[in-house]
Nanobody, 124 residues
Framework: QVQLIESGGGLVQAGDSLRLSCAASGRTFSAYAMGWFRQAAGLEREFVAGITWSGGGTRYADSVKDRFTISRDNAKNTVYLQMNSLKPEDTAVYYC?????????????????WGQGTQVTVSS
């Protein structure tokens, strides 16, 4: 089992930055690829960014590329999502997720463990 707890969400204005954190406990964190997803009201959960177990590989949704950066610190059992130049359309509940594999996945069903989510609201 892996427990994931997100933090760092909040209410910001367009153009601002936020950094989300996801703290993991349980089994060996470094054995898991990690992902960030988001779900806006009335919409399906969508992939935002993913990172391999080593941190050597990352992938981003086109909508956040060049604005968001995913990183991880295996010594701290934490994965981060640095979000810059935020837009109102980034408003959503953000979830981190983990799966025990070497590949990066963009589909939610590939992930075994999920956090409870943290709300990000961007005002115009």
């Amino acid at each position: 089992q892996v427990q994931l707890i997100e933090s760092g969400g909040g209410l910001v204005q367009a153009g601002d930055s936020l950094r989300l954190s996801c703290a993991a406990s349980g089994r060996t964190f470094s054995a898991y690829a990690m992902g960030w997803f988001r779900q806006a009201a009335g919409l399906e959960r969508e992939f935002v960014a993913g990172i391999t177990w080593s941190g050597g590989g990352t992938r981003y949704a086109d909508s956040v590329k060049d604005r968001f950066t995913i990183s991880r610190d295996n010594a701290k059992n934490t994965v981060y999502l640095q979000m810059n130049s935020l837009k109102p359309e980034d408003t959503a509940v953000y979830y981190c997720a983990a799966h025990a594999g070497v590949l990066l996945h963009e589909v939610a069903y590939k992930y075994n463990y999920w956090g409870q989510g943290t709300q990000v609201t961007v005002s115009s």
